[in-house]
């Protein structure tokens, strides 16, 4: 039986796990602030809860698409499951291993097997190393590959992105923006890892371009055995690749199924909006209707559950108490109070 954890629906074991992952970002006052609170200013200390207590299994080979407003945490939380940043509270699993308690060696195998793909590659890319160094020197600083073998290892790691290996020399403003996304991509590669945490890789791209990078994402899904998280906001490009939608809303994962579910039988009021504004080929008359309202600070969210004061179906109810995820279909699991109606 399923369970609210969301698990791989194929029962499979999890290659990477999250449990009550929770990240907070705390700004203390400041010298000027507590200089100002002298005087009465009343500053008080802020924090920013960007994730809370967010649960989520990966099967080896799956793509678990990551799909929400900007500032919902998306992005936080792909940086926590690929070790960049650590978590407030909660724990990582790679492997079925706690990585936060992993002697260096496994440690090590969690940081390789585990990479990041950036929005922007411009920016996440070093304009002063020629893209053979940019490609080439983690490999070898980790031991992947021996030195005398890096030039054509690149080579060969250019090729299967679908960039000219003779371009090697070249910095990265000499390249278009897909090709620079390519690189990135190619960097990450490098590594050999098994899982890639793909950070709205395509947003920053042409629509034909966009098309371009999701085949190879998925040509090296096949070849390689590639297991993604793909971070998107534009829910047309997560239909495209992946096996399960987790639709998150102010730091929480509020709906999570198959793509195929959440597309056509969305449940979650959050969920069923954002499908409203998905432009069609319907030749028909439509009237768009955004959600009202904008997306609540995370430094003071909402009591209740968290999309009431957007919701058109929001009760008292949902005011004070937290609506928790619960199965309603196979593989199919879903935060909201309506859940609950007879």
């Known amino acids: 039986m399923d369970t609210p954890r969301s698990q791989p629906p194929n029962g499979d074991a999890a290659l990477l796990s999250l449990r009550q992952v929770q990240m907070r970002f705390v700004q203390p006052v400041d010298l000027a602030g507590r200089i100002a609170n002298l005087f009465g200013a009343g500053l008080k200390t802020q924090t920013v809860h960007a994730v809370s207590e967010v649960d989520l299994d990966v099967a080896a080979g799956e793509v678990i698409g990551i799909v929400g407003e900007s500032g919902c945490g998306k992005s936080t939380l792909g940086r926590m499951a690929a070790g960049i940043m650590r978590p407030t509270d909660g724990a990582i699993h790679y492997r079925g291993r706690n990585v936060a308690g992993l002697p260096p060696a496994q440690r090590r195998e969690y940081e390789l097997g585990v990479q990041m793909i950036f929005q922007d590659p411009y920016a996440s890319l070093n304009p002063r190393m020629r893209v053979a160094d940019i490609i080439g020197e983690a490999p070898v600083a980790h031991g992947l590959v021996a030195r005398r073998q890096r030039t054509e290892y690149v080579a060969e790691t250019m090729r299967q992105v679908g960039l000219d290996a003779s371009y090697a020399q070249r910095y990265p403003h000499q390249f278009s923006g897909g090709q620079r996304q390519r690189?990135?991509?190619?960097?990450?590669?490098?590594?050999?890892?098994?899982?890639?945490?793909?950070?709205?890789?395509?947003?920053?791209l042409d629509v034909s371009i966009q098309a371009q990078v999701l085949n190879l994402f998925e040509r090296l899904r096949a070849d390689l055995n590639l297991t993604y998280l793909f971070i998107s906001h534009n829910l047309a490009v997560v239909s495209h690749?992946?096996?399960?939608?987790?639709?998150?809303?102010?730091?929480?994962?509020?709906?999570?199924?198959?793509?195929?579910?959440?597309?056509?039988?969305?449940?979650?009021p959050?969920?069923?909006?954002?499908?409203?504004?998905?432009?069609?080929?319907?030749?028909?008359?439509?009237?768009?209707?955004?959600?009202?309202?904008?997306?609540?600070?995370?430094?003071?969210?909402?009591?209740?559950?968290?999309?009431?004061?957007?919701?058109?179906?929001a009760m008292p109810r949902c005011k004070t108490e937290r609506p928790l995820l619960r199965r309603i279909a196979p593989g199919h699991i879903s935060a909201c109070h309506l859940n609950d109606a007879p």
């Open 183 to 204: 690189i990135g991509i190619a960097r990450a590669l490098a590594l050999k890892p098994s899982v890639i945490v793909c950070d709205e890789a395509v947003a920053a």
């Open 241 to 268: 690749i992946s096996d399960r939608v987790a639709i998150m809303y102010l730091g929480r994962i509020v709906e999570l199924a198959s793509a195929q579910d959440v597309f056509a039988r969305a449940n979650h």
């Open 270 to 313: 959050y969920t069923q909006a954002l499908l409203k504004e998905l432009p069609t080929l319907a030749t028909g008359r439509r009237q768009y209707q955004p959600i009202r309202g904008e997306l609540p600070s995370p430094l003071a969210p909402p009591s209740g559950c968290a999309f009431h004061p957007r919701c058109p179906h």
